[in-house]
């Protein structure tokens, strides 16, 4: 909704308004601060005028191209009016004459370019109308021209009615109707009518004399309604309705006591929108706006002379279909369905004076016709129809000693003849056949008692059950076995009833009885002994339940001080109760109803007592609001900030409503939407259901107070949003409105950061790799050279000086003891050094050259001694490449095991046995020699190598010896 107001434009989603106004430090701004009318072209633009020019806003780029009055026109001209006819062309009514806009153009052309000799027959043009035929009307302050858009051809406006010359010639308003009756308002002079095809003509003048005349005869604005109704706001006069039946009119003015009146009698714009909401422009009361109904609630009130009986207290239907309604202060009020109008009977006290209280509370007719009153101060009453008399049976007034209570809520009747009535001081009855009055307790002697002494209200079922309602749950007596049970709610058992205080009941014959309490709505099982509960959480307007009654369609219709609730429950394979709710805002009189005050009559209208009368309306005609409304997202929040077209980073480069798509980055992973439904027929009564899809797994539900969904912390990837609505009467618009959007993931989480992320980790491995191959490439070297030098400098060094040793003793001619060791040193360094040459050496690594060096030296040194051995291998030994460490102490284990074996052993035979098992590699060296003291076995220093070097290497040694029973050495190395 758009409004064009003094102090700028207005737009309204139905929950919030919108202004723009002028900004001189703003470029996109409204240039005018006042805008006196407003129009929409086919292209969705907005068009205004004030007192500076003309405007039009463009709604799709949300941007204001303003127009000053030398652009319109050759002289300063102000414009008045606006029209588009259906061709699209925008009409421009101004105190110099009439303009229409040419969009190909960009330019303002004079109507009077095209008219020719014809000229207007005012310049001044205070209005303008296109009519069904598209003709132009052109309302001027000296009368009106009709122009011809296809012929160029302009006429003057001269009905054959004296009447309408007499009215004068400045027009302020027009309006052609359904029935192409064509109305004029003249300045101050009502209404003209005037109809083409008939020649028929009429005026409408108001009247003080007459109520039903036209409000005022200053008629600022016309419309017809999308019902056919002709609404004229006047200058002060408020608003009339123009009723056809009677052609007359129907005056709604300002009531400063009612706070549904208008705000003001001067009305100066009237539109209605497609939902059928007629809004109405005041001066100085603002906006109003109204919704004719058509739900047709009847309300019906009945005064005297002293009492205003219009607040009833209780309702009851006889069994031949009279209504009665107890009251406040008036007795009992008899209603006529048929004459819809109300006989009274008040309380006679003995000499003839009427009792100034008057409050009657239940009623019943017995089982002989007789109707029985319950009141506040007179106790029991007997109602004489015929003389028109409630005639005291037992008052509380005169009779000190009885035993009921001034306060009686109820009364029913049982099986035996016996009036039960609920009091606030607990149950008594009367006996019709013995005309006692006696208490609960002469009737029920033993142990059990009734739920409570205060009791609201009674019901007597078919199966002779005395129901009670009060303030601690509910009791079942029946009435001819005494039996009791009291039902109370339990905060452990769900099943039990759902809140103590309870208010009313509605047995529904077939074995079900609903009760109204204070905290819900209970239904109980007869069978099962068992309650379900319903409350506002099911859709009831309050939990407060304080009347039932069920229609012909067995709905439940309930009150409640926030209005009336028809509640269908489940019903074969309908999954859940349905609660239709009215309240004021429905055309209800009130929001509050009384206790128990509700019946149904036998033509199927429902009878309600509310605080201001007699409501009564038939369900069946109770239409709902069909208008499916539109549904916009009107607002689009991102990490709290709030985002438009205009925003200084273009995240939104067109208007919310117009967006498709958004592309936010990932720190913008905090997102809202707002949303409205188009519908302004009570606002406040629309649902809404969204959903992001990626997101929510269901709809989501709300009400028009959080029209807000809010996200946080979204994953990065592509969602959709959507948001369907429904109008107050809940007819829902299925087709949601949806904006997509892209979240960016961060350079971290993207595929070409991970796949640059994966090809720099296999870069660094491969260069880890090739480092290490390089090492290892140039380790080897440096044992080849190492090897190289020790063989070839310090191992032929050590041959010279042995040697030489030996030509130093051939040259003495004897042996030198010196000479000796020096050579037998000489060799034991060779042999060691060959060992160490041959360790170092990479070209070793391989376990097979290490068993072959092994099975040599074991050979070189047992063959000198006569000692015979096998050397044997087992197993795959192909393969295996052990580390120099490793294979160096593996072989100098070997070597002292065998050098041990021939020196100390004396053996005769020496087993070698080398085998893989999997990642084991075993080495067993056994003699049959005379072996040695275990005692003794740590003594030598070449055990304790042998020990040092196996636990360097992580092997396992076991050495087993006795004496002469040989030794045995296992070797036990993973690999």
């Not at 039903?212 to 604005?221: E, I, K, P, T």
């Not at 006679?348 to 008057?358: S, Y």
């Not at 990932?666 to 899809?693: C, G, T, W």
């Not at 980790?761 to 260069?767: C, F, G, N, Q, R």
Request: hydrophobic share 35%; net charge neutral.
């Amino acid at each position: 909704m758009w409004f064009g107001a003094y102090n700028g434009l207005i737009k309204f989603d139905g929950y919030a308004f919108t202004s723009f106004r002028y900004d001189p430090y703003n470029k996109n701004t409204l240039p005018l601060n006042d805008v006196t009318s407003l129009c929409e072209d086919s292209n969705r633009s907005i068009w205004m005028t004030g007192n500076k020019g003309l405007c039009k806003y463009n709604t799709q780029t949300e941007k204001f191209t303003f127009y000053d009055q030398n652009k319109i026109a050759p002289t300063p001209a102000n414009g008045n009016c606006l029209a588009v006819d259906k061709n699209g062309r925008v009409w421009i009514g101004t105190n110099t004459g009439v303009y229409f806009y040419e969009s190909f153009s960009d330019k303002f052309v004079n109507l009077n370019s095209l008219i020719g000799n014809d000229s207007l027959i005012g310049q001044n043009v205070i209005c303008l109308m296109i009519s069904r035929e598209n003709m132009l009307w052109i309302g001027t302050s000296n009368g009106i021209n009709i122009f011809d858009p296809a012929r160029k051809k302009l006429t003057r406006f001269l009905p054959p009615a004296k009447a309408h010359e007499s009215l004068g010639r400045e027009v302020i308003c027009m309006l052609q109707d359904h029935e192409n009756n064509i109305w004029i308002s003249l300045w101050n002079k009502g209404l003209f009518r005037y109809n083409a095809q008939t020649k028929v003509a009429k005026v409408f003048r108001h009247s003080n004399a007459n109520f039903n005349s036209l409000g005022s005869d200053a008629v600022n604005a016309l419309i017809e309604d999308s019902r056919h109704r002709i609404w004229a706001g006047t200058y002060t006069g408020g608003v009339s309705i123009y009723r056809h039946e009677t052609e007359d009119f129907q005056t709604f003015h300002a009531d400063g006591s009612d706070k549904y009146s208008l705000t003001s009698d001067e009305v100066k714009y009237l539109y209605e929108d497609r939902s059928g909401v007629l809004w109405i422009a005041t001066a100085g009361g603002g906006l109003n706006n109204c919704y004719i109904s058509e739900k047709k609630f009847s309300l019906f009130q009945n005064y005297d002379k002293a009492y205003a009986s219009h607040f009833p207290l209780g309702m009851y239907k006889d069994r031949k279909g009279r209504i009665f309604m107890t009251t406040f202060g008036v007795g009992v009020q008899e209603f006529s369905a048929v004459s819809e109008s109300f006989k009274g009977y008040k309380i006679a006290m003995r000499n003839n004076a009427i009792t100034g209280f008057n409050f009657c509370y239940g009623m019943e007719c017995d089982s002989d016709g007789i109707y029985w009153v319950v009141s506040f101060d007179e106790g029991l009453l007997m109602l004489d129809r015929a003389t028109g008399k409630l005639l005291p049976v037992h008052s509380t007034f005169n009779n000190k000693d009885t035993t009921l209570h001034n306060q009686c809520n109820s009364i029913v009747e049982d099986n035996d003849k016996k009036l039960w009535i609920g009091t606030e001081h607990g149950l008594k009855y009367y006996d019709l056949r013995t005309k006692q009055f006696l208490s609960f307790e002469n009737f029920h002697r033993d142990t059990n008692h009734l739920s409570t002494d205060n009791i609201a209200g009674l019901h007597f079922d078919s199966d002779g059950i005395l129901w009670v309602t009060g303030t601690n749950g509910i009791t079942m007596l029946n009435t001819t076995s005494g039996v009791i049970k009291i039902f109370s709610h339990d905060d452990q058992n769900a099943n039990s009833i759902c809140n103590n205080i309870t208010h009313c009941f509605y047995d529904d014959g077939q074995g079900i009885i609903w009760i109204g309490t204070q905290g819900g709505l209970s239904r109980f099982e007869k069978k099962t002994e068992s309650f379900v509960s319903f409350t506002t959480r099911d859709g009831l307007p309050d939990n407060s339940i304080i009347g039932i009654v069920a229609d012909d369609d067995c709905n439940l219709w309930l009150t409640t001080n926030r209005g009336l609730c028809r509640f269908t429950p489940c019903i074969g394979r309908s999954p859940q109760s349905i609660c239709r709710n009215y309240d004021i805002n429905d055309g209800l009189p009130g929001d509050e109803f009384n206790f128990n005050a509700c019946v149904k009559g036998d033509d199927g209208r429902l009878y309600f007592g509310c605080n201001v009368g007699l409501l009564a309306f038939r369900p069946g005609e109770l239409k709902d609001n069909t208008y499916i409304p539109p549904v916009v997202i009107t607002g689009i929040n991102i990490s709290n900030r709030s985002f438009d077209s205009g925003d200084s980073i273009n995240i939104i480069t067109s208007p919310v409503d117009e967006i498709d798509h958004l592309k936010l980055s990932y720190r913008q992973n905090d997102i809202s939407f707002v949303f409205a439904a188009l519908s302004y027929v009570h606002p406040e009564k629309n649902r809404f259901a969204y959903m992001l899809e990626g997101y929510d797994k269901n709809w989501i539900f709300t009400d028009a107070a959080k029209r807000l969904a809010n996200y946080t912390n979204l994953d990065a990837g592509s969602y959709t949003f959507k948001v369907k609505a429904s109008n107050n009467d809940n007819m829902w618009n299925e087709v949601p409105a949806v904006i997509t959007f892209t979240i960016a993931p961060p350079f971290w989480n993207t595929w070409w950061f991970k796949a640059l992320l994966v090809a720099l980790v296999v870069v660094a491995l491969y260069a880890v790799y090739r480092y290490r191959v390089q090492q290892v490439i140039k380790l080897q070297t440096i044992r080849n050279n190492i090897a190289s030098d020790l063989h070839d400098d310090i191992g032929s060094t050590l041959n010279s000086i042995s040697v030489l040793s030996e030509v130093a003793k051939l040259q003495a001619g004897k042996s030198l003891p010196a000479l000796d060791e020096i050579g037998e040193s000489s060799r034991k360094i060779v042999d060691a050094m060959s060992d160490i040459v041959w360790t170092i050496n990479p070209e070793n690594d391989d376990f097979e050259k290490i068993v072959s060096r092994m099975r040599s030296f074991a050979y070189q040194v047992l063959k000198g001694k006569n000692i015979q051995f096998n050397f044997l291998i087992e197993g795959d030994i192909s393969g295996i490449s052990m580390p120099m460490e490793v294979r160096k102490n593996f072989y100098l284990i070997f070597k002292e095991a065998t050098t041990n074996v021939v020196k100390y052993s004396q053996a005769s035979h020496i087993r070698f046995l080398i085998s893989r098992n999997e990642s084991l590699v075993y080495m067993l060296i056994r003699d049959n020699g005379v072996g040695f003291n275990r005692d003794k076995l740590d003594a030598g220093n070449g055990l304790k190598n042998m020990q040092r070097r196996a636990k360097e290497i992580n092997a396992i040694l076991i050495i087993e010896t006795a004496t002469e029973e040989g030794t045995s050495i296992e070797l036990k190395l993973k690999i």
